[in-house]
């Protein structure tokens, strides 16, 4: 090795330091994960053999909820196709429960609540019924929101939930 190659070498020498240095600072950084990030809210529903749910499948996504922000919502279709009167009874269901503390949900139709309280609270079957005579529809409304009093805890989390409805008792 000469004098020339002396250069190169301290040249890449130090090249390769100021990389390694940049790449100890980086990997000490705590990653700032969902931090920001808005909540996503899907909600779905499925016909039973007493009931006709229109429209069936999906009924709302919405991937901006934030503390304060705009409200999901959505508008469901209940037929009683039975002969007798029923009461009909809703729940949520879901694989996950990133929500359940955080989003508000409420229910209802034109006069009447049928739930509003938390998520998770929706888990258990509603204690109101809604009555629907022989072949009646009802549409019932859906909305969901992240009330501005909460700061932390919903960025980047999800639900992806069904409407479970049940008639009778």
Known sequence: MGPKNSGYIRLTGFLLGCALAVGLVLSGRTPEGHAGSPASLTISSKPTTELGVSPAGELLSER?????????????????????????????????????????IELGTPGKRLFR?????????????????????RRVEIRAWIPASVRDGYQGRSADVELEWKAGG
């Not at 998770?120 to 009646?136: I, N, V």
């Open 64 to 104: 901006n909820l934030k503390p304060g922000g705009r409200q999901a919502h959505a508008t469901v279709g209940i037929a009683n196709f039975t002969a007798h009167a029923l009461p009909v009874r809703l729940r949520v269901a879901s694989t996950g429960q990133d929500l359940d503390r955080i989003l508000v």
């Open 117 to 137: 309280g938390r998520l998770g609270e929706l888990r258990s079957w509603s204690k109101r019924p809604l009555r629907l005579a022989p072949r009646q529809k």
